[in-house]
């Protein structure tokens, strides 16, 4: 599947970026609190250390 860099992990996002993480896609998340982002690493996500750690990944996704 295709790794996915995620920023934003409001209510949306998580959302969004937990969909891709069910559908099988490898996807790196940044969010500025960390509550979010070990929510979705407990699913299975990666945590970037860093927004540009999140980008460097081959597509993005924004929803800030």
Same mark, same amino acid.
């Given at each position: 599947? +295709?790794d996915i860099g995620?920023?934003?992990? !409001? ?11 069910? +559908? !099988? ?17 407990? =699913? !299975?996500?990666? =945590? ?17």
């Amino acid at each position: 599947m +295709t790794d996915i860099g995620f920023l934003g992990l !409001g209510t949306m996002g998580r959302a969004m970026a937990g969909r891709l993480l069910e +559908t !099988g896609h490898r996807v790196t998340v940044w969010n500025r609190s960390d509550a979010p982002v070990a929510e979705l690493v407990a =699913a !299975g996500a990666v =945590a970037a250390a860093s927004p540009a750690d999140a980008l460097g990944a081959p597509v993005s996704i924004s929803m800030l």
